[in-house]
């Protein structure tokens, strides 16, 4: 089997957050977790994510940051670019966890909680 890397992108006291990586270490999964609070939101990595999945998605508008926001602040988030502001100095807006899942030199992106599509990545991986 050839190995796989997969990093887990959150905050460690996301209910969603902690529900992922306890899937991946029920499944004998080695991860990475990558900490937003502390480590912010990695400003290289977000065009690949809106390309897997689109800014809408990422940006979590049920969330309470969102909420929290002023509506002029709400309002100017139209576009990847606004968006992607917006989650740099706003990490806790990003819809949680992104998982990025690379093997063999190719990298699948999710975006929520998605057993069923890393169910699917992992089967493949062992295949591999």
């Not at 809408?56 to 606004?82: H, P, Y």
């Not at 706003?90 to 899942?101: A, C, G, L, T």
Request: net charge positive.
């Amino acid at each position: 089997m050839t190995t796989s890397l997969i990093t887990v992108y959150g905050i460690p006291n996301c209910d969603t957050v902690k529900k992922s990586r306890a899937w991946f270490t029920e499944q004998g999964v080695e991860h990475q977790f990558h900490d937003f609070k502390k480590q912010g939101v990695p400003p290289d990595r977000i065009p690949e994510w809106m390309a897997a999945a689109g800014w809408q998605k990422l940006v979590n508008r049920q969330g309470t940051t969102w909420r929290k926001l002023d509506a002029e602040t709400q309002a100017a988030v139209t576009d990847e670019a606004s968006a992607s502001a917006l989650m740099q100095v706003q990490p806790s807006v990003v819809k949680r966890p992104v998982v990025e899942w690379t093997h063999q030199g190719k990298t699948a992106i999710s975006v929520g909680f998605a057993p069923e599509q890393w169910q699917i990545w992992l089967d493949s991986s062992r295949k591999a």
